[in-house]
């Protein structure tokens, strides 16, 4: 058997051409196009090229995009008021700041990630990050769902992947991958996105035992680990469908968390790296982005 391959990249477009199109009515409404702020600190190659994917994405779907490159001296005190003006600026509707965060050098007081995601206006918070919008998620009202598992959840549901009943093992517990992706999808009211939720979830992390054995248990496989192929095909129950969110650079090469020849043999469905779950991050985005102006657009019109 030989698993279907689920095309990232193709349901990445297919979201990124309905936001296109979204964005188009939102402006004939007379508003101005969405805009999307992202702050970049320091020189990190692969921030870079991620910076920049989601820069082209946005002018590709009308989004306006803003980038603010800052040194990798940049003290805490920068930053944050760096945030605070874009917090204050009525054009921005949403915020990024590119993680992870540059090392101090020694001596110098270091850029607490917590803190400068914090600082971000929840109602700006397009990657979902403020314990506001973590909270909200959590009690199944969610106002901006985290790009990464909305995604997922999204190419589940456009590939016709039932999660419903199903018993879904997410490795790897992550705040912005595996802790929201399993809460995501044991919700029961389907407000974190198409009626996938209802799911069995469980979380395994690198404390749990015998991680294999609980693997070969799950219906749908989640691995977020950030640890090169480290599934195996002898990890996958026969039939299972693999979302493989890693991405890991191996000899100048992008490889999964699961070893991918041996478990297409395995699954009934795999998500490739690259070209899979990554596409769909930023075309989760987007969507957050224009929902963020919608929702500005309805507080200035009450207001
Ligand atoms: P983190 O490093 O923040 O988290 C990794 C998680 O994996 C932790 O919960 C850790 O457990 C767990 N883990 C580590 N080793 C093992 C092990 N041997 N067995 C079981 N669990 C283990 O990673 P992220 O969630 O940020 O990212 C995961 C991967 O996904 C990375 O490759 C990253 O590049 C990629 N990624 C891809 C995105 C995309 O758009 N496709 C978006 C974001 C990330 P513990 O908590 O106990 O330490």
């Known amino acids: 058997m030989s698993a279907t391959r689920l095309d990232g990249k193709q349901i990445a477009l297919e979201i990124r051409n309905e936001v296109a199109r979204d964005v188009q009515q939102f402006v004939a409404a007379g508003n101005a196009?969405?805009?999307?702020?992202?702050?970049?600190?320091?020189?990190?190659p692969a921030?870079?090229?991620y910076v920049r994917n989601k820069e082209r994405a946005c002018q590709r779907a009308g989004i306006a995009s803003q980038l603010d490159r800052m040194p990798a001296t940049t003290t805490p005190a920068e930053l944050l008021e760096r945030i605070d003006s874009l917090n204050q600026d009525a054009s921005v509707n949403g915020i990024l700041v590119q993680l992870p965060?540059?090392?101090?050098?020694?001596?110098?007081?270091?850029?607490?990630?917590?803190?400068?995601?914090?600082?971000?206006?929840?109602?700006?918070?397009v990657d979902a990050f403020s314990p506001i919008n973590v909270g909200l998620l959590m009690q199944g009202r969610p106002?901006?769902?985290?790009?990464?598992?909305?995604?997922?959840i999204q190419?589940?549901?456009?590939?016709?992947?039932?999660t419903a009943g199903k018993h879904v093992v997410v490795v790897g517990r992550s705040e912005i991958v595996g802790k929201p992706m399993a809460m995501m999808l044991a919700q029961k009211n389907g407000s974190c996105g198409p009626e996938t939720a209802n799911a069995t979830v469980t979380l395994a992390h690198s404390r749990t035992q015998n991680l294999a054995e609980i693997c070969r248990t799950a219906d749908i496989l989640i691995a977020a680990v950030g640890r090169p192929e480290m599934i195996r095909g002898n990890m996958i129950r026969p039939g299972a469908v693999v979302v493989d969110v890693g991405i890991n650079r191996v000899d100048d090469r992008l490889v999964g968390d699961v070893a991918f020849a041996e478990a297409e043999q395995v699954a009934s469905a795999i998500t490739p790296v690259p070209g899979g779950v990554g596409p769909l991050t930023i075309a989760m985005l987007l969507h957050n982005t224009l929902l963020a102006a919608k929702l500005q657009a309805r507080e200035g019109a009450v207001g």
């Open 47 to 49: 921030s870079q090229v």
């Open 143 to 152: 106002r901006f769902l985290p790009c990464t598992p909305h995604g997922i």
């Open 155 to 162: 190419m589940l549901h456009r590939s016709q992947i039932e």
């Open 101 to 125: 965060l540059p090392e101090t050098p020694v001596g110098e007081p270091a850029l607490d990630e917590r803190a400068v995601l914090d600082a971000v206006d929840p109602m700006k918070d």
């Open 33 to 44: 196009p969405p805009k999307l702020a992202a702050i970049l600190v320091g020189e990190d």
